[in-house]
């Protein structure tokens, strides 16, 4: 994987607008079923919890939208990682963002980013919230200026970006095992062969999922798994790393708490799958001390969390350390999908890249995209900017 700089290759702009809206998608929730419904289940208005997962999902699937204009007329739309309470975002981009940076020229983005990472040192710059809704302006901005340079947001990267790339499907979302099997089945003759399939803490159910759905869609060649950080008992994350590496999958993903970095330098000492995990990253600060300490194979950066600068940061200290990189398309809607994309597209991918199958095209009427999923995996559009086109009148009915 060649290292690519992201940043200082932007040119300089100025900021004239930046406005962020709510927006709340019709259709099934994140997880379509799979969710495990029974006494430990308890649900809000908006949001469930489902044990052995601890962190909470909303019931509808929500996001938050970033526009910027700069003074030259250009628009661009960003999107945050941020599916629940994406009213946050909303709130610091309108009530704060908004002030520090309209009427405001940068270099480019990556000063910007910098700026606004400076302006909150010591409350709360570090991780959450406050970067997502970086993330969310950087992407818009890289959006904006690649539409003012005729090319799409890879090409500002990259001499060559990709214009195809391989993808899993992400996760089996269904309720019962017959369905998922289906799931599956489904998307074999999509004409992909990669899957990677959701875990639930319980190591022998987990391998007897893995084990009916591989005997019952052999043609797929390509497994991986992904914990959601259940086995954070040492122990246990070793005899899961042991069992799916002898079962031939290509990463573990988020096997233990994402605190523990001495968890897991420990496991990944052990033979067995890869370890990979990285979407509750926010900034190359942050992971820096994973890739020092070899406590992962393969880094998941996740766009809508990181922008392009910060991911791009990560993406450099990764390949310096050896570690692989693809990046993680979290719960969110095209702009962020598009975004994971050029990300990829521009030098981030060797291994497959991350399909949320359940969120595509969930505004067809508001929100166009370019890019498409076909038999050789994502194809990426020969268009300016991220590939999105949004209908801002469209858009109104599904603001909240």
Known sequence: MGRVKFDGADPAFTVAEVRSVCVRAPGPDYWQGFLTRDASTRETRRFQFAPPWRTVYAREVE???VRVRLADGTVGWGEATCPVAPEVIRTLINGFFAELVEGQAFASVATLVDFVYDAQRCRGYHAGHYQDAAAALDIALHDALAKRAGCPVSALFAAAPATTLPCYLSGARAPSREERITVVQQWLASGSRAVKLFLRGDLAADLDEFAALRSAVPQIDW??????????????????????GALGVAWLECP?????????????????????LGEHFRTDIQVAPWLEARAIDILQPDIGRTGFVMGGRMLAHASACGIAVTPHMGGALDIMQAATLHFAAAGAARLPCEYQQGLAHRLPAAIRSHWKVGPQGFEMPAVPGLGIEVDEDALQKFIV
């Open 223 to 244: 497994w991986a798994v992904d914990a959601l950080w259940t086995y954070g008992d040492a122990t246990l994350a070793t005899e899961a790393k042991r069992a799916f």
């Open 256 to 276: 233990m708490l994402p605190e523990d970095l001495a968890g897991h330098t420990a496991l990944r000492a052990h033979h067995g799958a890869p370890i990979a």
């Open 63 to 65: 996001s938050a939208l």
